[in-house]
């Protein structure tokens, strides 16, 4: 996807954003996983007939710039200061959020700030974080988690993060593939860093305490979140009072069954926006 326009961050950088829609509908900002860009969420374009789509491409990420000062920004503070800054500087308010796998996580781990301007959350591919956090209740075996806060990656393993993205057996993806290659090794290195210090929330508790619809959407065939842990998250706002499975998908279910994951999406628009 092209970007509409570029934002500063808070060092500086140039944050890519993709604005369609009207602008005074409501706002549906869409927040992408690690090492994947906005254009994961190209499929989801349709929101803005009724409402105004909003994505950006982190710092390190797509079309935004590499940060000059890694330490302050790739951890997930800085990533979540990057996510404050675009808010505020297209003055969003009543805000539904999407966030994908690690920009779900992002989107947890930062609303005691976002909730202000929140009016729902959807997430997919995150497994929310306990604390200590049961990651080999969370995850399934595989080498590819590793991977993903690795800085350097070997053409191999490139290979193998992005196939983990999608269902086993997928066809192979070359803008996932271009994705991973573009991110910044340093991001990588510097989030894997900050998460092996616990510098993170309870998420689970987080998402225990929010009042207003969250939804969590899932991919039958995701081949890196274990579904069942999901089975440990208590949340009273949950959408319909369940996980919302998405067939024939894995890890990208917005991209690899976008029929269903659009169906979804649209229906718990419809009752926010009602």
């Known amino acids: 996807m092209k970007p509409d326009l570029f934002i500063r961050n ?4 140039k944050i890519a954003v993709y604005d369609i829609g009207d ?24 929101v803005s007939d009724n409402y105004r789509f909003l994505a950006l491409d982190l710092p390190g990420h797509g079309n935004s710039e590499n ?17 404050e800054i675009f808010i505020e500087t297209l003055k969003l308010k ?3 959020f999407v966030g994908h796998s690690f920009g779900g996580h992002l989107l947890i781990e930062g609303m005691e700030k976002f ?12 497994p929310p974080l306990g604390v200590p956090p049961a990651f080999d209740q969370m995850y399934f075996p595989s080498p590819v988690i590793s991977y993903i806060f690795k800085d350097y990656l070997m053409k191999t393993e490139i290979e193998e993060v992005s196939a983990a993205f999608l269902q086993k ?3 192979r993806n070359t803008e996932i593939i271009d994705s991973v290659e573009r991110a910044d090794p340093l991001m990588r290195k510097n989030l894997g860093a900050d998460l092996m210090r616990g ?3 309870n998420e689970l508790e987080m998402l225990a305490s929010l009042t207003f619809p969250v939804a969590i959407l899932h991919g039958e065939n995701d081949q890196l979140v274990n579904c069942e842990y999901f089975k440990t998250v208590s949340m009273p706002s949950l959408w319909r009072n369940k996980i919302q499975l998405i067939r024939s998908a894995g890890h990208c279910s917005q ?6 994951f659009n169906s979804l999406l649209s229906d718990f628009l419809a009752q926010i926006n009602s």
């Open 169 to 171: 057996g997928a066809v």
């Open 10 to 13: 808070f060092d500086g950088q």
């Open 67 to 83: 940060a000059d000062k890694p330490d302050l920004v790739y951890p997930m503070k800085g990533m979540i200061k990057s996510i």
């Open 23 to 46: 602008k005074n509908h409501l706002p549906v900002v869409f927040i992408h996983g690690n090492s994947l860009g906005a254009f994961t969420f190209k499929f989801q374009k349709f």
């Open 199 to 201: 510098n993170f929330i």
């Open 94 to 96: 009543e805000i539904v």
């Open 115 to 126: 909730k202000e301007h929140a009016k729902a959350l959807m997430i997919f591919g995150t």
């Open 255 to 260: 991209f690899e069954n976008s029929a269903e």
